[in-house]
């Protein structure tokens, strides 16, 4: 078997074990086991970037997601008081909870309909200019023309909607606290 054919089916392992584990991810019902599936599927996915030759990529793909995360939705987990079956305690939520609820679902739904509608209308009038897979690919100088120039729209989305999942494991911590009666 010659290397570039031992790449290919090794690519191949990498994007199975990440599928997979991807679906592991989503069907555990213990939040925690579903965080140690997630961290498998991104280095499964990290390691598609290095067959790639993207490095880079595939440092980041490590650190920021199977990083920093994986430790933000454990640490949520945490503070979401989860029991050994993955089901959540003081769940039971209050009428302007629901009204609550129901705000943060609309404006959600407003916010997916605009980042999808601008990034869309985006592609239809500029399309992306593929780059050469030569040198610089997958390189710290070419994702950030990317990031930064093109995807700029989404990678602000992106950096909201990481934000608001913030604010909503800080709000969602502090009604458990209300409600089990620790104060504010």
Same mark, same amino acid.
């Given at each position: 078997m010659t290397g570039t054919h031992a790449a290919e089916w090794l690519f191949y392992a990498f994007a199975a074990l990440a599928v997979f584990s991807g679906l592991a991810t989503i069907t555990r019902r213990n939040?925690?086991?579903?965080?140690?599936?997630?961290v498998l599927c991104f280095v499964a996915v990290a390691g598609c970037y290095v067959l790639?030759?993207?490095?880079f990529l595939a440092a980041i793909q490590v650190l920021v997601y199977a990083?920093?995360?994986?430790? =933000?939705?454990?640490? #949520? +987990?945490m503070v979401l008081d989860v029991d050994? &079956?993955?089901?959540?305690?003081?769940r039971g939520p209050s009428t302007t909870a629901t009204l609550g609820y129901a705000a943060a679902v609309t404006a959600g739904a407003g916010v997916l309909v605009w980042v999808f509608g601008g990034t869309l209308a985006r592609q239809v009038a500029i399309p992306p200019k593929p780059l050469p897979a030569g040198a610089g690919f997958g390189s710290a100088e070419s994702v950030g023309r990317l990031l930064f120039g093109h995807n700029l729209f989404a990678f602000e989305a992106v950096s909201l909607? =990481?934000?608001a999942? #913030? +604010?909503?494991?800080v709000v969602v911590?502090? &009604?458990?606290?209300?409600?089990v009666g620790e104060g504010p």
């Open positions: 939040p925690v086991v579903a965080a140690v599936w997630l790639l030759s993207a490095t990083g920093a995360l994986v430790v =933000l939705f454990v640490f #949520v +987990i050994d &079956s993955g089901a959540a305690k003081h909607l =990481l934000l999942a #913030v +604010i909503g494991a911590a502090r &009604s458990r606290r209300e409600h």
